[in-house]
């Protein structure tokens, strides 16, 4: 059964980058498959921020774009997201997730981040 | 963008009574393109019904999806104490966007 997780800094300063990992255990990244970011905030519903495919294309969400990256390396089996120019705004929990058919099959067991100085 | 609705808010409902969860969409959304999720407190999203109507691996066959074009149901038709949680629907656009509803929260009364 394919499982994941997510791992990085919980705290990062207002203006700085988040960066986050995510690692795949039980299945290869690049079975054909893609691979998504999700946030929440706090006591708020879900987002979706972007996803990416094991030959690293990639398909953002509009209201991120400017600010976000995501990149896959197979090598390591992982999965990363970079979000650039945070602010409290973008404090939440990130969940990584892997797809099924046209929705989220596999999911990370989300890492709360917070941007404070 | 497709905007998802979702009714009503919350839903407070007793256990082994029959739950009925709506999801709206803002234009038509293929069928295949629609997917229901449950959320526990501090859990990560469970994945439950895809393709509008189809169970996910080892769903119990009391969740049940249906519906097409604008308007989708999760039923679901004798609760359980563990049913009671946050209901997201989602839907998957031609731009390969994914986007969510707002969420139902089931509680108990």
């Known amino acids: 059964q394919v499982q994941l997780q997510e791992s990085g800094p919980g705290l990062v300063k207002p203006s700085g980058t988040l960066s986050l990992t995510c690692t795949v255990s039980?299945?290869?990244?690049?079975?054909?498959?893609?691979w998504s970011w999700v946030r929440q905030s706090p006591g708020k519903g879900l987002e979706w921020i972007g996803e990416t495919s094991h030959g690293g294309a990639t398909t953002y969400n509009p209201s991120l774009k400017s600010r976000v990256t995501i990149s896959v390396d197979k090598s390591r089996n992982q999965f990363s997201l970079k979000l650039n120019s945070v602010t409290a705004a973008d404090t939440a929990f990130y969940y990584c997730?892997?797809?099924?058919?046209?929705?989220?099959?596999?999911w990370g067991q989300g890492t709360l981040v917070t941007v404070s100085s | 963008e497709i905007v998802l609705t979702q009714s009503p808010g919350t839903l407070s409902l007793s256990p082994g009574e029959r739950a009925t969860l709506s999801c709206r969409a803002s234009q038509s959304v293929s069928s295949n393109y629609l997917a229901w999720y449950q959320q526990k407190p501090g859990q990560a999203p469970r994945l439950l019904i895809y393709?509008?109507?189809i169970r996910a691996t080892g769903i119990p066959d009391r969740f049940s999806g249906s519906g097409s074009g604008t308007d989708f149901t999760l039923t679901i038709s004798r609760l359980e104490p563990e049913d009671f949680a946050v209901y997201y629907c989602q839907q998957y656009d031609s731009s390969r966007m994914y986007t969510f509803g707002q969420g139902t929260k089931l509680e108990i009364k």
């Open positions: 039980g299945g290869s990244i690049s079975n054909d498959n893609w």
């Open positions: 997730a892997g797809h099924g058919f046209y929705s989220l099959e596999w």
């Open positions: 393709a509008a109507s």
